[in-house]
């Protein structure tokens, strides 16, 4: 199984679509998996197993043993970390987030380029869970 910091970034990626850059949409990952949104506002956390949580603690995706993100409650495949680790895809295989080392954290971008968050080093195996908060996906969490 992968590192659990390198799944902790992935996780955060996780979404349908795209972060934009907007100040809006930016995320952090803290060193313990909480997951902030723009405003500093906890709208998540990230287990050690690799299990995404809303801010009520309900699971609402997980990464497989292949690395895989899916959706908790219909089991889809919403996309996968990348062999390198620093990559994640969507569920159709486009490039949807880099993740790039940056001292004690690491910045995510999207697949434009446009830096869409950062997360602790720590974490850095779940930047897939940063879509996870994403306008789309938010509305079905609160």
Excluded: P, W
């Excluded at 850059?21 to 050690?48: C, L």
């Excluded at 959706?71 to 680790?85: F, P, Q, V």
């Amino acid at each position: 199984m992968k590192s659990t910091a390198f799944f902790t970034l992935m996780l955060l990626g996780f979404g349908l679509a795209s972060l934009s850059s907007s100040a809006q949409n930016y995320k952090h990952i803290g060193a313990t998996g909480e997951i902030k949104d723009e405003r500093g506002i906890t709208v998540g956390s990230v287990t050690k197993e690799q299990i995404i949580l809303d801010n009520k603690g309900k699971k609402i995706a997980f990464v497989d043993n292949q690395g895989n993100l899916v959706d908790a409650k219909t089991n889809k495949k919403l996309g996968r970390i990348g062999k390198d680790g620093k990559n994640y895809y969507d569920a159709n295989g486009e490039i949807e987030y880099k993740v790039k080392e940056n001292g004690a954290t690491c910045d995510v971008y999207n697949a434009k380029g446009e830096k869409v968050g950062n997360i602790h080093s720590s974490m850095k195996g779940s930047a897939c869970a940063l879509a996870c908060f994403e306008e789309k996906h938010r509305k079905k969490v609160k």
